[in-house]
């Protein structure tokens, strides 16, 4: 179980995470969801180790990450990057192998290419292996990423809006993937998303910022709601359900006058 | 598909060999052409046997010569491809962080206020102590400013101009030997090369590769970004500082005894990526490799082609270098970086 306790973030003086507290079991799948600049890839990037929280504490399994050291934590979590450079003149072998670096000691071994071999072969990546990471695909880039991740065979995976960049089509085998990877593997997943549709759909759970603040936690079915998404996203929807989702439908950017009333109140 | 890429591997293995015969065949040749007129047999009768003469120039002028230009192309083309790719810049080279500008300034300081001109030992030392410098100056900049990679070039490239314009003033003061002397240094030349200097020059050159490969899988994973392989498991910061501390002293070694040869440490390891990709397990030793051919063939050319005359090494390397590359360059049917 991963575990923030009362997180507060700081840069220079804005404080960017204010109280958070969160946990996200193995197996279980999570979406932060939220406006641009809310704070999403900030909480990622705790749980990486990348910033030090101003307070509060992450235990990944009862051990604070920031006394991990990096390969330990490396084995701990995955992370799935938004994109890569982009220029990664590397074949798709060699991206997936570089997942082995917290195992390799000096040179990847022979069991680190089979266990490259068979993430590649168990993603229907095997015809991608020595094509040139760069010639291939966005939403086989995203894969290929993500084939990374799971070749470090960590406990807990992150990744930063992992549907953004693929067509609908990738945006299904990707999440679909996700769900497999958490129920078979049971591994706790946490990303970032844009989409509250596939958010809503693929979700265990949906955990919702705004400033800063978590404003909700809890499973799709009952925290999207038209008030909710009101309030963090400052846009007017409507909500349909359909095979026992909630699907959002925008409506309207919130009238100004409605803010200013609200404001008043 | 494990087979497959093995296989791959295997080739750049071969490609390896292939390029390490290459170098001694051409160090062989290099030994048995020169100035004076000795047949191909007596000079590699010459390694073996006292045969007089030709055993003298052979072993004393040519032999260390050819050493020299070996352990510095081994020099300039590792640190280029250890700066490239901690970096992650295709114009970085061994002088991109101010090196090759603060070992002339270095230089130039011996020659004008330390009697440089008599004793070639304190030119020596002049260009070795501002290199090191120059480097810890980038250094602890980013100590204190952060270990990225656009600190560091930035702050190389100022240091560039400041120890350029350091020499620029300092000659402006120098009398015309001294200018004369300076300008030699500039050319850069092997012809000091003896076997004191290979063994000073070659523990500085040969001594920090290991190391370096030991971080090549690391240099392989900040290709992609120092966030992805941090999360990887890669103290990036740490490395960082470690391949430049590291390449910096093999560039010192490599360049303060012979003077700046600026374009094999920028060439070397595009020419190595070329043919290698850029997994850098292959990519590192192959740049050596290459580097170690291009200076050899070079000096080569310059001690033959003009005779009696020695064209500089850092003239030649330029002249066939530069055509060579843009060749590559044209010739190239993938992006390569």
């Not at chain 1, 040179?107 to 071999?117: A, F, R």
């Not at chain 2, 090759?100 to 270095?106: D, E, I, T």
């Not at chain 2, 001109?117 to 602890?140: H, K, Q, R």
């Not at chain 2, 070329?274 to 997994?279: A, K, L, P, V």
């Amino acid at each position: 179980m991963i575990q923030m306790k009362n997180l507060d973030v700081h840069y220079g003086k804005t404080r960017v995470l204010k109280g958070i507290d969160l946990r996200v079991n193995k197996g279980e799948i999570v979406s932060v969801l939220g406006p641009n600049g809310v704070g999403k890839t900030t909480l990622l990037k705790c749980l990486l180790g990348m910033i030090k929280p101003g307070s509060g504490f992450i235990k990944m399994d009862d051990l604070d990450i920031l006394k991990m050291s990096l390969t330990q934590r490396a084995r701990f979590i995955g992370y799935v990057p938004q994109a890569l450079p982009s220029r990664f003149p590397m074949t798709v072998f060699d991206a997936v192998l570089m997942g082995r670096k917290p195992y390799v000691r000096f040179v990847p071994s022979g069991e680190d290419l089979e266990i490259v071999s068979q993430v590649l072969l168990s993603m229907n990546l095997s015809h991608l292996a020595l094509k040139e990471f760069d010639r291939i695909s966005g939403g086989q880039k995203q894969k290929v990423l993500l084939a990374r991740a799971i070749a470090q065979e960590p406990c807990y995976l992150i990744l930063d809006e992992p549907s953004s960049n693929l067509d609908v089509k990738h945006q299904l085998e990707v999440m679909d993937m996700l769900k497999t990877l958490a129920a078979k593997k049971n591994i706790g997943i946490i990303m970032a998303m844009h989409s509250l549709n596939l958010a809503a759909r693929f979700s265990d759970r949906i955990v919702m910022l705004k400033s800063g603040h978590m404003v909700c936690n809890g499973p799709p079915a009952e925290v999207m709601t038209c008030r909710t998404i009101e309030m963090v996203y400052g846009i007017l929807v409507t909500i349909n359900r359909a095979n026992g989702y909630p699907y959002t439908i925008p409506l309207s950017p919130v009238p100004v006058n409605k803010i200013n009333s609200e404001l008043l109140n | 598909m494990k087979n497959q890429y093995r296989a791959l591997k295997c080739r750049s293995r071969v490609l390896l060999i292939f390029f390490f015969l290459l170098l001694t065949v051409i160090g062989v040749l290099s030994l048995c052409i020169g100035a004076s007129s000795i047949s191909v047999m007596d000079s590699i009768l010459a390694l073996i046997k006292d045969n007089g003469m030709a055993r003298a120039i052979v072993l004393n002028l040519r032999l260390p010569r050819v050493f020299m230009a070996g352990l510095i192309g081994i020099g300039l083309g590792t640190a280029g491809a250890v700066f490239q790719a901690v970096l992650r810049n295709p114009l970085a080279s061994p002088f991109t962080l101010g090196i090759g500008s603060s070992a002339g300034f270095g230089a130039v300081v011996t020659i004008i206020f330390f009697n440089g001109l008599v004793n070639e030992y304190a030119i020596v030392t002049g260009a070795f102590v501002f290199t090191l410098l120059s480097s810890f100056v980038v250094l602890g900049v980013s100590r204190y400013k952060g270990t990225t990679a656009e600190t560091m070039i930035l702050t190389g490239i100022a240091l560039m101009f400041l120890f350029s314009s350091l020499s620029s003033f300092l000659q402006y003061l120098g009398t015309k030997e001294e200018v004369h002397g300076i300008v030699f240094w500039f050319f850069g030349s092997l012809s000091k090369a003896g076997y004191k200097e290979i063994i000073l020059s070659g523990t500085m050159i040969l001594v920090p590769i290991p190391f370096i490969l030991r971080f090549a899988f690391d240099f392989n994973l900040m290709t992609a970004g120092d966030e992805s392989a941090g999360a990887l498991g890669v103290n990036v910061p740490v490395i960082r500082m470690l391949s430049i501390a590291l390449a910096s002293l093999m560039t010192a070694g490599a360049i303060c005894f012979t003077g700046v040869i600026g374009f094999i440490g920028l060439v070397a390891p595009h020419i190595a990526r070329m043919i290698f990709g850029s997994d850098h397990l292959f990519l590192i030793p192959a740049s050596a490799l290459i580097g170690a051919v291009l200076v050899l063939a070079a000096d080569t050319l310059g001690r033959t082609l003009w005779l009696p005359h020695i064209i500089p090494i850092g003239i030649v390397t330029s002249f066939i270098g530069v055509p060579f590359f843009l060749f590559l360059l044209i010739r190239k049917t993938k992006e390569y970086w």
